[in-house]
């Protein structure tokens, strides 16, 4: 018997590990979140992130300027100005998908843009089954996304993949605040809806996704047949027991149920 849990924080912007983290994404594998698109097969989608830690980094984002860290920003992720003003750290993800295919490709679909979490240390994220859902706080534009779960397995190429569908969180762009890029949405992921996939195609005979795992790490696709630009931020990532509508000890979390 496995004894419920409250929410467990997977990433949480305003922590400073993962506020380093965040602030060490890049295309490389060393460490830090990392992005992909299909340039590596010969396509022309490009994806870029970047932290966006506090309002004045937002600003200066959003006049297309690229917000500075100081050596130790990791370990100040906010200040008074963005406490007073409630501004939530969070990381962008935006860029372009063009479903073309280069002239030299041997690829036969194209028009991707990947994004990819830390791998967790100690072996991943124990998940003991005493969780049933991903939550994840975003904002989305829209676009149909795809969650990642990469599970320590038997079979290394097995990969848990569930959609967001929902509507763009702020359909007016002219409305959202200056100042903080407007609200979040907090989204919540059963896992038991997660499909297992291999090489991008399902697999025939399913095991189900029950939270009795070890995730090694997530990420998120954009693969959607579309061209065009595309904008996604993160705020957090939580492992939730949801049942009735209700997460399970939101202000306990080491109630058990």
């Not at 990819?116 to 124990?126: H, T, V, W």
Request: charge should be negative; proline fraction near 4%.
């Amino acid at each position: 018997e496995h004894m419920l849990k409250g929410p467990v924080t997977l990433f949480d912007m305003t922590h400073p590990e993962d506020a380093a983290d965040a602030m060490a994404v890049s295309a490389s594998d060393l460490g830090g979140w990392r992005i992909s698109d299909d340039e590596v097969i010969g396509g022309f989608s490009r994806g870029k992130a970047r932290f966006i830690r506090k309002s004045s980094d937002y600003t200066q984002f959003m006049k297309g300027g690229d917000p500075k860290y100081e050596p130790d920003d990791g370990e100040n992720v906010t200040s008074k100005e963005d406490v007073d003003s409630d501004f939530v750290p969070f990381l962008r993800w935006n860029g372009t998908t063009d479903i073309n295919i280069g002239e030299n490709s041997r690829a036969v679909r194209s028009g991707y843009c990947a994004l990819r979490s830390p791998i967790f240390a100690f072996d991943g994220a124990d998940l003991g089954k005493k969780y049933n859902a991903l939550e994840v706080t975003c904002r989305s534009d829209g676009r149909i996304y795809t969650v990642n779960l990469k599970i320590s397995s038997y079979f290394p190429d097995d990969l848990y993949q569930g959609m967001i569908t929902v509507p763009a969180t702020h359909s007016n762009k002219e409305t959202v605040c200056q100042k903080t890029g407007g609200d979040f949405v907090t989204l919540v992921m059963p896992f038991q809806d997660f499909i297992l996939t291999k090489a991008g195609r399902m697999v025939e005979v399913q095991r189900r996704l029950d939270g009795g795992v070890r995730l090694e790490y997530l990420g998120f696709t954009l693969m959607d047949g579309e061209d065009g630009d595309f904008e996604f931020d993160i705020a957090r990532i939580r492992a939730i027991n949801y049942y009735h509508g209700e997460i399970l000890g939101e202000t306990d979390d080491e109630a058990p149920y």
